[in-house]
């Protein structure tokens, strides 16, 4: 599951005595099963029971004041069987073992892909907004004169864009599968299961759309602060903007 907040890995490593806390994550046994805590905000369980997940999870709001209780959550199911290849059959990933390292590489995956997302519902709503503000500039060819809140927008754009690539870039293959073929097989096969690649390709794109279009009606806006007030009222920008917007309507003074 993936949380709106990140996470202080080396702030809650004194909570869990035992734990091991690596550059990616934090490992916690729970009753003969495993944590996975990220720094992007995300947490795997991999054979936890019910009950001590949701312990784990209350033992977290309170070390972690402020936790949203809005989040993503997703599942995925890895079958061991002696001698089987490395593969996935219907969304299963099948091993022929299945230990501390390779349920490690499988909860990384299965974090990016519960961040993305979160982060895919976020840039959603950061689309639907440039357009309600995009959409007044092609009717009418004019946009409020207020610049602050254009400014914080863009702010959240961009600050979007850099947790996105801050989450994407653990995409890196860790050091442990250069010395399994077998785990380097899973690194890839899980990566294009869940798309992740692709994902945060669309996501970054989606993200320089938004950042372009709000420059562009944040320009227009500090135009139209600097025309003389009969052009305000008309409605229509100086010819130096209509050149450079191209689809506004003309007028006549």
Known sequence: MAFEENLALRELLPHYPGARAG???????????????????????????????????????????????????????????????????????????FGPTRAAVVGLIVAQSAAMEYYERIVAD????????????????????????????????IGTRSEVINVLTLLDKPDATWDDPALDRIYDDLRAE???????????????????ALELVLDVARDRRMWPPAARVGGCPPQTCRERLGSVPSCSW
């Open 126 to 157: 950061l689309f639907a907004r440039t357009t309600a503000l995009v959409d007044p500039l092609e009717k009418s060819g004019s946009v409020p004169l207020q610049t602050r809140r254009l400014h914080q927008f863009i702010g959240q754009a």
């Open 23 to 97: 550059v990616r994550e934090m490992q916690v046994q729970c009753d003969g099963g495993e944590m996975f805590l990220y720094p992007f905000g995300a947490i795997v369980f991999h054979d936890v029971p019910a009950e001590r997940r949701d312990a784990e999870l209350a033992r977290l709001h309170k070390l972690r004041p402020g936790l949203t209780t809005q989040v993503v959550r997703e599942s995925f199911t890895v079958r061991e069987e002696p001698g089987a290849e490395v593969d996935i059959v219907s969304g299963t990933l099948m091993v022929d073992r």
């Open 194 to 212: 869940f798309d992740l690649v692709d994902r945060y390709g669309t996501l970054t794109q989606k993200l320089e759309g938004v950042q372009d």
